[in-house]
């Protein structure tokens, strides 16, 4: 049997120092390698949706960092494409989907789920046959708050201000809409796991500014099902989930009810706190600031340090409070990695 990599071995609730490390937009605009490609391919969904160009964008920042854990190169709105929302990206605007105003409107066919979202289980395939050992892979999901969110809206938006009027004005159609992302997301997250990732990681973009109620219906209920769905068909699964700006309250409730085994947290969030109020036998991840980062020099080294401080003893993934972004320096990300990697 192959030994546990340090990133299960922490989703295990085992305390390994020093900490696993991995970056969330590790692969992406700040390497030079990237960047070209990106100039040669031009689309960035095409690069999503090209088994050979994923594999090849997930293994830059390995081969460049030496980061513990590779995630793969994909998105979240590769659940909407599967339920036959139309995808595109601009350039300097972000992602557009045909919107969504029923249920009805969906595909509910599981088989052609699979088939749409399978460039991605095949780039998960190759990559996981060219990773080393000791390195582990994760696989990802949109939440099917955000999900429900970026498919009224028909985008991104501030506010989410489509998908809750929905959810206001007609509860048992929002309700629907939550079911069939469910279960959409817990496939395709059981997907990834057979096709090698060791782990994934559930992105909820959008949990911040919801009254608790609906918190509750919108965030943990759903997120429990979809781990509940996932463990049913690959037992003892390992999830980390990151409900994006929640509050402390959020953040707690959501660790001791969805049944994740590590949750990501954002930069507002104290690690004093988390390690006093987060349930014990749930992992951490997190959170240093992006801009931190990009600063470098002794500041990234503080913050580095103040994280590690905090978090020593406890089961613990080093990462972002959100993701890599494109200005940050690569010496600064490695400077980081070795900053970590010589933690005791």
Known sequence: MMP??????TLDSKV?????????????????????????TGSFWTMCMTPELAVEITLQPIRRF?????????????VPFALGREVTFEEHIGPKLQRCASVDELVMDAAVWDARLGPVYEAISVVRGKLGRETELLGFAGAPW????????????????????????????????????ERCIAE???????????????????????????????VIAPTRRVVEQV??????????????????????K????????????????????????????????GNLDPLALVAGGT?????????????????????LGHGVVPETPVENVSQLVERVRRAR
Not at 255 to 277: K, N, P, Y
Not at 299 to 319: K, Y
Request: proline share 5%.
């Open 188 to 218: 395709h997250l059981i997907g990834q796991l057979k096709a090698g990732a060791g782990a994934v990681q559930i992105f909820d973009s959008w949990a911040a500014g919801l009254p608790d109620r609906i918190f509750e219906e919108w």
């Open 16 to 40: 390994v120092e020093p900490p696993p490390v991995w970056l969330m937009r590790q692969a992406g605009r700040y390497l030079p390698e990237y960047r070209e490609l990106r100039a040669r």
């Open 254 to 285: 959501f660790a001791r009810e969805t049944g994740v085994d590590a949750v990501s947290l954002d930069t507002a969030i104290s690690m004093q706190w988390a390690l006093e109020q987060l349930p014990g036998n749930v992992a951490i991840q």
């Open 299 to 319: 500041a990234l080294d503080a913050a580095v340090d103040e994280i590690l401080s905090a978090m020593h003893g406890r089961p613990f993934i080093f990462n």
């Open 146 to 181: 955000t999900l429900a969110s970026y498919m009224v809206e028909g985008g991104g938006s501030a506010d989410q201000k489509a998908a809750k009027l929905w959810g206001y004005r007609d509860p048992q159609g929002f309700t629907r809409l939550l079911d069939v992302l």
């Open 66 to 78: 030496g980061f513990d854990a590779a995630i793969i190169f994909s998105d979240i709105l590769v």
């Open 231 to 252: 463990r049913s068909a690959v037992p003892g699964a390992k999830i980390i989930g990151f409900p994006r700006c929640a509050t402390q309250r959020g953040y707690e």
């Open 4 to 9: 546990r990599t340090k990133l299960l071995q």
